[in-house]
């Protein structure tokens, strides 16, 4: 699922991406649970997030529901 959003302040991915990438300056992605109030549509539980740093301030996400999953 491709999700495209604007960083939202309340979005609290962006305080644990920031401090992971902080704890691991050599990694460039890492694989996360969905927090709660990260996406903009509700999405099933069990979701998981792919995130990928660009740059040094930037990250895009991937979003995989699980098989079966319905939002």
């Not at 995130?51 to 990250?59: K, W």
């Not at 991937?62 to 319905?70: L, S, Y």
Request: aromatic share 12%.
């Amino acid at each position: 699922m491709v999700i495209y959003a604007q960083p939202r302040d309340d979005d609290p991915s962006q305080a644990a991406d920031f401090e992971y990438f902080s704890q691991h300056p050599d990694a460039t992605e890492y694989k996360r649970d969905l927090l709660p109030g990260e996406a903009s549509a509700p999405l099933p539980p069990g979701t998981w997030v792919w995130v990928r740093r660009i740059g040094q301030a930037g990250r895009s996400r991937a979003f995989f529901v699980p098989e079966g999953g319905q939002n």
